[in-house]
């Protein structure tokens, strides 16, 4: 049963569906997770019952399957390097070229996103020796059961999940908070489209790592 006392956390572990409207209304559910709806909604300045209403209404699957709290950890591993980790790579090239693009074409305008470029950069540069360690270190640690041992790695990727959301935080602050200006090209709109998608992919990462995987290794 979902009320204002949850968290966030809870909420989109319960109904996984949930997070796109959480995202929606800038809730962080990865690392700010442990906030109940009611707190983060008040520091939002949001209804908590009108939110939470929504959460209840938004579709889920047809046929839910069973939750990742109950199903194997290997599983989970292997989900999150085929959903995240191997699309990521090249998702970085193509928003880093976007936005240099984007900047060059546009540098004598206010709006251009001016710096962008370099901070998707900085952030692909932390992000990818991050799942590296995660596919090499972790994760087989986990599918072998030794999960419990992982204390160490695990904080240390926690701790790198902070540094993405500061990442993505400095993101929305050079875009104007992702909304294209009027004078937008087809690029700049498509590139702030990817970047939001990017936010919202990992976002649904982070939860799965910081409130899901890991808790259960270490158990």
């Known amino acids: 049963m979902l009320t204002p006392n949850t968290a966030l956390a809870a909420i989109v572990t319960q109904s996984p569906h949930?997070?796109?409207?959480?995202?929606?209304?800038?809730?962080?559910?990865?690392?700010?997770?442990?906030?109940?709806?009611?707190?983060?909604?008040?520091?939002?300045?949001?209804?908590?019952?009108?939110?939470?209403?929504?959460v209840l209404q938004a579709p889920g699957p047809a046929s839910p399957e069973s939750s990742w709290?109950?199903?194997?950890?290997?599983?989970?591993?292997?989900?999150?390097?085929?959903?995240?980790?191997?699309?990521?790579?090249?998702?970085?090239?193509?928003?880093?070229a976007l936005a240099r693009k984007v900047e060059n074409v546009h540098k004598d305008k206010a709006t251009a996103p001016k710096g962008l470029a370099s901070v998707l950069v900085r952030l692909?540069?932390?992000?990818?020796?991050?799942?590296?360690?995660?596919?090499?270190?972790?994760?087989?640690l986990i599918r072998?059961?030794?999960?419990?041992?992982?204390?160490?790695p695990i904080h240390v990727m926690v701790q790198d999940h902070r540094v993405v959301a500061e990442a993505l935080r400095e993101v929305r602050r050079i875009t104007?908070?992702?909304?294209?200006?009027?004078?937008?090209?087809?690029?700049?709109?498509?590139?702030?489209?990817?970047?939001?998608?990017?936010?919202?992919?990992?976002?649904e990462h982070i939860h799965l790592e910081n409130h899901i995987l890991f808790p259960r290794a270490l158990a």
């Open 18 to 54: 949930a997070a796109r409207v959480l995202h929606r209304h800038r809730l962080d559910f990865c690392c700010g997770g442990g906030k109940t709806l009611a707190e983060a909604c008040a520091e939002a300045g949001l209804d908590t019952q009108t939110l939470l209403l929504e």
């Open 69 to 96: 709290e109950e199903r194997p950890l290997t599983e989970l591993a292997d989900y999150l390097v085929e959903r995240y980790h191997k699309p990521l790579a090249a998702e970085f090239e193509r928003l880093i």
């Open 124 to 140: 692909r540069d932390e992000v990818e020796p991050h799942m590296e360690k995660e596919e090499q270190v972790l994760f087989p």
């Open 144 to 152: 072998a059961g030794q999960g419990h041992l992982a204390q160490m």
């Open 176 to 203: 104007g908070d992702l909304v294209p200006p009027a004078e937008a090209c087809t690029s700049w709109i498509n590139l702030y489209k990817g970047l939001e998608q990017l936010e919202v992919e990992f976002m």
